[in-house]
């Protein structure tokens, strides 16, 4: 069903006139690439401040007022990019191992952050002076951490489709 789908975007017109495109690939990447870079510093400093790794003066309102219009701008970019950029090529990404990789450490950046922000945030007026928040957050910080530096390293490999493990080449998807 989902490669359906794929190969139905790959079959019409816009998905092929983008894919055709002597720099229509190039300027989405681009454009991919500079708004990840603005999502990953806004979410690096804002995952540290909640580990206590930095900004420890700052308050923790104080540093989401600052960095989250930067984090929300950047992530429309980085999303309609990279949509775009599946879209323009799918039947490239369909049996890519690291795009879905990357697609399922999204889903687990994006849980984590649901998470935080609909239980761990409500306490935020308690602690958010302190130098270092309570463990949920500083674990929701780290977990962050961690997972956007996978979907860093997976966006990137997303280029070596041909690295790939085994089994992934015997279910017949490499």
């Known amino acids: 069903m989902i490669r359906s789908l794929f190969e139905f975007v790959n079959e019409l017109p816009s998905s092929t006139a983008w894919r055709e495109s002597l720099n229509a690939y190039v300027y989405l990447l681009t454009a991919h690439v500079v708004s990840m870079g603005v999502v990953a510093g806004v979410i690096s400093y804002w995952d540290m401040r909640l580990a206590g790794m930095a900004l420890k003066w700052i308050p923790v309102s104080k540093v989401q ?14 999303a309609a990019t990279g949509i775009l950029m599946v879209y323009s090529q799918p039947m490239r990404y369909y049996p890519n191992f690291w795009f879905w990789l990357k697609m399922g450490m999204l889903v687990v950046v994006a849980a984590n952050a649901a998470y935080f922000h609909l239980s761990i945030e409500k306490t935020v007026a308690q602690w958010e002076n302190d130098p270092v928040a309570p463990l949920k957050a500083r674990v929701a910080g780290y977990v962050s951490l961690a ?18 493990p085994q089994w992934w080449i015997d279910l017949g998807l490499g």
């Open 65 to 78: 007022s600052g960095l989250f219009p930067w984090l929300y701008g950047g992530t429309a970019v980085n």
């Open 147 to 164: 997972f956007w530096a996978g979907v860093i390293a997976t966006g990137r490999m997303t280029a070596y489709s041909g690295l790939v």
